[in-house]
T-cell receptor, first 109, second 112 residues
Framework: RKEVEQDPGPFNVPEGATVAFNCTYSNSASQSFFWYRQDCRKEPKLLMSVYSSGNEDGRFTAQLNRASQYISLLIRDSKLSDSATYLCVVTNPGNQFYFGTGTSLTVIP | DGGITQSPKYLFRKEGQNVTLSCEQN?????MYWYRQDPGQGLRLIYYSQIVNDFQKGDIAEGYSVSREKKESFPLTVTSAQKNPTAFYLCASSQTEGLGQYFGPGTRLTVL
């Protein structure tokens, strides 16, 4: 069973739309949670950490549900520049990082 | 500027040759990691190091070797034993548990 699973998409949404991605993880002892963004042929970049209380950064909102072992990312008012692959990441005790395969988003004019 | 550098950006090698990829960080991070990414796939962990002079195998260590003689540097050698070495190689570092990883720009290795 994979440590982290994501719907690969692709998600094709019009500008201004709201889009949500979900991710599930298998290890209940997972400690830290993140969303990364990866542009085509570039390195992943940290988008935001995810906390149990939920957290927001501008148009982006991340949520963690420990009981159901999933995390989510909500993007409001999508921009063309949001087009990228979004990676869900969890860490286990020992600070080993596990990456999902990513969800592809294309924002259409 | 603080960050992680990888060199070269593109690398071409003949089959059967060993090649070493460079990774340097000036973030004063203790932990460093090497990943491989194949087209349309996720990141797979090759090796990681939590401290100088110590490193651990990841999920796909066969055909690779590393060293961690300095905190700032974590070079990866792709040996001739690696069956499918052509890939995008990413180096990352992190500090304390609970904080994210930061990636270098990557090296695209093509073995001809």
């Amino acid at each position: 069973r994979k440590e982290v699973e994501q719907d690969p998409g692709p998600f094709n949404v019009p500008e201004g739309a709201t889009v949500a991605f979900n991710c599930t993880y298998s290890n209940s002892a997972s400690q830290s949670f993140f969303w990364y963004r990866q542009d085509c042929r570039k390195e992943p970049k940290l988008l935001m950490s995810v906390y149990s209380s939920g957290n927001e950064d501008g148009r982006f909102t991340a949520q963690l549900n420990r009981a159901s072992q999933y995390i989510s990312l909500l993007i409001r008012d999508s921009k063309l520049s949001d087009s990228a692959t979004y990676l869900c990441v969890v860490t286990n005790p020992g600070n080993q990082f596990y990456f999902g395969t990513g969800t592809s988003l294309t924002v259409i004019p | 500027d603080g960050g992680i550098t990888q060199s070269p950006k593109y690398l071409f090698r003949k089959e059967g040759q060993n090649v070493t990829l460079s990774c340097e960080q000036n973030l004063n991070h203790d932990a460093m990691y090497w990943y491989r990414q194949d087209p349309g796939q996720g990141l797979r962990l090759i090796y990681y190091s939590q401290i100088v002079n110590d490193f651990q195998k990841g999920d796909i260590a066969e055909g690779y070797s590393v060293s961690r003689e300095k905190k700032e540097s974590f070079p990866l050698t792709v040996t001739s034993a690696q069956k499918n070495p052509t890939a995008f190689y990413l180096c990352a570092s992190s500090q304390t548990e609970g904080l994210g990883q930061y990636f270098g720009p990557g090296t695209r290795l093509t073995v001809l």
